[in-house]
């Protein structure tokens, strides 16, 4: 039943947008009828991954397919497999089994796990455009969809991403997934890490707003030992949460805001709801402002369009600076630290990546032999404690202190 579908639409499918992303030397390739779906994954992954056009070959192929006249046929085959593996992410949750050689996964982004399978397979017959299938091969995926809304419009690009991350963690003996923002400035690989609400971002905006250096990701990044033996880091194209305090200090944000009503459906695609009454909010309200729903939610091409940075996909790492902003704070803290240099890595690890492979039914990937990293970390790298007001940060400076 499956190879009658793949069949049918490798005769039927024009061909009409078709682009390669890659990473390394490796190459997915997307081939749909919508512009939709090329043009959302190329603004979220056009600054980590190279975008080619008239390349001929890939190693692997992404087709995003209209579903209408393969509905049946798909409920059909769905309603064989009685046993599913289901993994929850991001408000929803993933459907994994496989079916003859072919892997199938669900991902279900308004439902319960106690959903049961033939609820499922009601709404896909239904056109429910909250449920995304992929029919996949070992070199081809299928994504089906019924209309290029902001609900589809991000699936394939998750999918070349899974493909890519997936490739990315194989090629390494040493690699894992960390909680940081990362920079280049003056040839030098800087990683910024802390806390969620401790100021990364409001740093990197400090940074990119000086226009000096580069910007690799603005919260989460892959590290990795290359083959040379150094500490690399690839940036990785997530979206980026910037709070609604750092409005009043990036009039670069704040037009952006203005037209929120353009975007604000994709925003809450992510559980943010941003409001233009935020505009009207002095320092002192946002402060108080709780963080759900007080975000804006961007890409890393927007981000860099808006503050007119280059946006690169990796790095040497060469220092890290711990932050730790407050508000009304007194006189800046630049400190270098000599004593527990693994609790600080430990405590950004991101050691199971498995919620993003997911699309393309990989059930668990971990990261490889992080002690090795760890270990790079405590005895070839500085790190550093930054403590600042939120309003007077200025990492220029201490970048300009610290690598001296």
Known sequence: MIDKIIEKIQKQIS?????????????????????????????????HFLIETRVKSSDVVVYACKADEYCKS???????????NITEHMNGYYYNTRIEEYGVTLWDNNGNRNSKLGEIVERVFSKDNNISILISASKEYYFFYYDC??????????????LLMYDLVDRYDAITYFHTAVIRYRNKGILLCGASGNGKTSTVLNFIKEGEGELVANDKAFLCIDHNGQLVSFGWPTVVTIGVGNLKQYKELEKFLVTIEDVKSSQQLYGYEPNKKYLLLNNDEMIYLPKKCNKLVISHSLLSELFDINVVPKTQV?????????????????????EDKKKIIEENLLENISDQLNWIGCEECKAKNVNEIVSYIENEIDIYNYEADFKLINLKKVLDEVLL
Not at 39 to 47: C, E, F, H, N, Q
Not at 319 to 338: L, P, R
Request: net charge neutral; with cysteine.
């Open 15 to 47: 061909y009409q947008f078709n682009v390669v992303y890659s990473l390394n030397d490796k190459h997915v390739r997307l081939v749909c009828d919508e512009f939709g779906f090329c043009d959302y994954a190329s603004d979220r992954l056009g600054k």
């Open 74 to 84: 798909i409920c059909r085959i769905l309603v064989q497999k009685s046993e599913w």
């Open 149 to 162: 809304n902001e609900h589809t419009k991000p699936t394939p690009m998750r999918i070349i991403r899974s």
């Open 318 to 338: 060469d220092v890290i600076i711990f932050v730790n902003h407050h508000w009304d704070f007194g006189d800046s803290i630049v400190a270098k630290i000599t």
